[in-house]
């Protein structure tokens, strides 16, 4: 089945403690992205990645790392999390064609931290 | 600065009725429109799309409506189905950005 994998789907961390959310898709897709959901604030895009290697900052980049060393993963980095990190985190794949902007999502990863 | 705006945050609809979601956007460089659903605990999938140089598009009971001297967008659902309870996101791609600016979505709920 053609999907997009993340891991935790759900995490309660602290202040400072490095964590990492890992995202897969199987699709062979050029593009990956990341987004978090906020209440009020819909999605807004962290990172972003056009293929291997290459990767760009979103719209709220702060506070986040990424890096995309294989085509399928496109792990998100937290390196010292924060309270106002806590939100819904979606990663996100498509073709790398130009103007086909229809993601598939994952299921979402819940982060809380404390 | 909310380029994409859903001001409903709700909608309640009755089953076999028709859903209007709306949705307005400031950013008249977007080319490309869509809508996304999403149910609890999963993460948004595609519903249908737009391009700028279209008005109308229909893919069954769902049609995307686009008024670009209005910067407007709709969705029908037509006719509602108790399925069809669930978040619907509006999305616009700036012309050759690398992103999607999503709307701050609108929960239907379709009574039966």
């Known amino acids: 089945e053609a999907q997009v994998t993340q891991n935790p789907r759900y995490l309660i961390t602290v202040t400072g403690k490095k964590l990492t959310v890992t995202c897969s898709q199987n699709m062979n897709h050029e593009y990956m992205s990341w987004y978090r959901q906020d209440p009020g604030l819909g999605l807004r895009q962290i990172y972003y990645s056009m293929n291997v290697e290459v990767t760009d900052k979103g719209d709220v980049p702060e506070g986040y790392k990424v890096s995309r060393k294989e085509k399928r993963n496109f792990p998100l980095i937290l390196e010292s999390p924060s309270p106002n990190q806590t939100s819904l985190y979606f990663c996100a794949s498509r073709p790398g064609l130009a103007g086909a902007n229809v993601l598939t999502f994952g299921a979402g990863s819940r982060l809380t931290v404390l | 600065d909310q380029q994409v705006k859903q001001n409903s945050p709700s909608l309640s609809v009755q089953e076999g009725r028709i859903s209007i979601l709306n949705c307005d956007y400031t950013?008249?460089?977007?080319?490309?429109f869509l809508w996304y659903k999403k149910y609890p605990a999963e993460g948004p999938t595609f519903l249908i799309s737009i391009s700028s140089i279209k008005d109308k598009n229909e893919d069954g009971r769902f049609t995307v409506f686009l008024n670009k001297s209005a910067k407007h967008l709709s969705l029908h659902i037509v006719p509602s189905q108790p399925g069809d309870s669930a978040v619907y996101f509006c999305?616009?791609?700036?012309?050759?950005?690398?992103?999607?600016?999503f709307g701050q979505g609108t929960r239907l709920t379709i009574n039966p």
């Open positions: 999305a616009a791609s700036p012309q050759g950005a690398q992103k999607l600016v």
């Open positions: 950013n008249s460089m977007f080319d490309y």
